[in-house]
């Protein structure tokens, strides 16, 4: 069974610290893997989306890395702000015979503390 | 305005009476896929589209039924709802194009209560 793990489950830092979030996967043949934000009671915020051909993508204070061989990705998050405070998502689309099943790690949720 | 829409939002239902949630985009995305969210459990995929007419079983398919008449709708139905569907439920959809699929839309989620 193809699984995705995420730690730490809780994270709670000071304002302007440096963080990074860790997600792990038990298969190498996958489509893509995204990062998601999601605030208490709402949706969910695409924030990265690395193809399986990429090794990291990077958007604003953001930066997201995959290494597939070794079934790890990182979610790097520089200067980090109250706003940043949520639950952070890692999805990896594994590939299935032919299709495509998408699995969600449990998510860590990280607190910055002003 | 690219968007994944959910209805309804919230719904409180009794055991044993059917109900459908209803999913709509507006990307013409080949993929869409129905997630529930529990405590302690995450998101788990119940059933997922690749595109009109083709549908396949996530994780915890039990319970709920699906469809894919046309590419943008893609309904849940719980034909006889229990207690243990009580959930967060989200709708989601993305290009699958290539087998590698573009970055994935949510809906806003729909709150459901089984009594």
């Known amino acids: 069974k193809q699984e995705v793990t995420q730690i730490p489950a809780a994270l709670s830092v000071p304002e302007g610290e440096n963080l990074v979030l860790n997600c792990s996967f038990t298969?190498?043949?996958?489509?893509?893997l995204q990062w998601f934000r999601q605030d208490p009671g709402k949706g969910l915020t695409s924030l990265l989306l690395i193809q399986s051909s990429q090794r990291e993508q990077t958007s604003g204070r953001l930066n997201a890395s995959l290494d597939k061989s070794s079934g790890r990705s990182t979610l790097y998050i520089a200067a980090s702000q109250p706003g940043d405070s949520a639950t952070y998502l890692c999805a990896v689309r594994f590939i299935s015979g032919g299709y495509q099943k998408v699995t969600f790690g449990i998510g860590t949720k990280l607190q910055v503390i002003p | 305005e690219a968007q994944v829409t959910q209805n309804p939002r919230y719904l409180i239902t009794v055991t044993g009476k059917k109900l459908t949630v209803t999913c709509s985009q507006n990307m013409n995305h080949e993929y869409m896929s129905w997630y529930r969210q529990d405590p302690g459990l995450g998101l788990r995929q119940i059933y997922y589209s690749m595109n009109v007419e083709v549908t396949d079983k996530g994780d915890v398919p039990e319970g709920y039924k699906v469809s894919r008449k046309e590419k943008r709708n893609f309904p849940l139905i719980l034909e006889s709802p229990s207690p243990n569907q009580t959930s967060l439920y989200f709708c989601?959809?993305?290009?699958?194009?290539?087998?590698?699929?573009?970055?994935?839309?949510f809906g806003q989620g729909t709150r459901l209560t089984v009594v």
């Open positions: 989601a959809s993305s290009d699958a194009s290539a087998g590698i699929g573009t970055e994935a839309f």
């Open positions: 298969d190498s043949a996958i489509y893509n």
